[in-house]
């Protein structure tokens, strides 16, 4: 078993997460401007379940802030119960991406534009998360029954990030509490991306863009729960896009989503109506671009 190292206060000057260590991070965790995370490769970071009332979003979080930056090979982030046990149940804040590339605001947390700040930096091989952020109810300790919060948050998150910040090539977000991945107001290219079982949405993309090169898998089959679909598309602050690149491999299992656009010459036609849980399924590679997007419409 891997030593533990807990993490309870922001990082405020540059910091090494060696492999063969489990970090583990309670309450609302920062990496502050201009300070720098490296990551080697495979190690572990557990974010605590459960209340944390000095947080922003009042759960253990991971923020990188507006001008921190990145530097890792791969690593997994998942949930943990109070003994610092991995657990297979999302009540936590997730992990949270800023950038100086647009204002943006979700969940509490927000991001302004500021040229005097230097911009984020974000390189990693792959970053997968694991039952992380939470439900809009949890359980309560003391009661055992199921409270309401009023609000959920998405297992990844990434708010204001430009292209000339974002490095990572692959993203996994698995079990997650609400939307597997979430992008606002950002311009982001990834090789790949993989979301499994959200409890919401696969994708939630506001008002933003995504590019995606080398492979798309979003499970999100069909369960008891309505309004839950493939892509998510917002635009509150603009259109929407989702790029497929030429030779991207797609798997989908889903409903696809409302009122938005796909574009492709073989993916087949969805049923984006409002309100339409028809199942939609689609599996190969790409021989031409394809493009998911919505300009008005969310």
Same mark, same amino acid.
């Given at each position: 078993m891997n030593p533990i190292e807990v993490i309870a206060g922001n990082i405020?000057?540059?910091?090494?997460?060696?492999?063969?260590?489990?970090?583990?991070v309670e309450g609302e965790v920062h990496i502050v401007k201009g300070v720098t995370l490296t990551v080697e490769d495979r190690v572990t970071i557990l974010l605590v379940n459960g209340v944390f009332p000095r947080s922003l979003v009042r759960r253990s979080v991971l923020i990188f802030d507006q001008g921190s930056k990145l530097s890792a090979k791969r690593f997994y982030v998942k949930a943990a119960d109070i003994n610092h046990k991995p657990v297979k149940h999302s009540?936590?804040?997730?992990?949270?991406?800023?950038?100086?590339?647009?204002?943006?605001?979700?969940?509490g947390v927000s991001v302004k534009v500021n040229r005097k700040n230097p911009l984020s930096a974000f390189k990693a091989?792959?970053?997968?998360?694991?039952? #992380?952020g939470?439900?809009?109810?949890?359980?309560?300790?003391?009661?055992?029954?199921? #409270?309401?919060?009023?609000?959920?948050?998405?297992?990844?998150?990434?708010?204001?990030?430009?292209?000339?910040?974002?490095n990572i090539s692959e993203?996994?977000?698995?079990?997650?509490?609400d939307d597997g991945f979430d992008v606002t107001n950002s311009h982001i290219k990834l090789d790949r991306l993989e979301v499994k079982h959200p409890t919401e949405d696969?994708?939630?993309?506001?008002?933003?863009?995504?590019?995606?090169h080398k492979s798309l898998l979003l499970d999100?089959?069909?369960?008891?729960?309505?309004?839950?679909?493939?892509?998510?598309?917002?635009?509150?602050?603009?259109?929407?896009?989702?790029?497929?690149y030429r030779r991207c491999?797609?798997? #989908?299992?889903?409903?696809?989503g409302d009122q938005v656009v796909l574009s492709s010459k073989e993916m087949p036609k969805p049923n984006t109506k409002d309100d339409n849980e028809r199942h939609y399924s689609f599996s190969g590679q790409l021989k031409s671009s394809a493009l998911v997007f919505s300009i008005d419409e969310d």
């Open positions: 405020k000057k540059n910091k090494n997460l060696r492999a063969g260590i489990t970090y583990v009540d936590n804040g997730g992990i949270w991406f800023l950038g100086n590339f647009n204002d943006a605001s979700k969940d091989d792959m970053v997968a998360a694991y039952y #992380l939470r439900k809009d109810t949890y359980i309560s300790k003391k009661t055992g029954k199921e #409270l309401d919060i009023g609000d959920d948050i998405d297992g990844v998150s990434v708010l204001g990030v430009g292209p000339a910040e974002w993203v996994r977000s698995h079990y997650s509490g696969g994708m939630n993309v506001s008002s933003s863009r995504v590019e995606i999100v089959r069909k369960t008891t729960e309505t309004d839950r679909d493939l892509f998510d598309l917002e635009t509150d602050d603009g259109a929407s896009f989702v790029e497929l491999w797609v798997r #989908l299992d889903g409903v696809f």
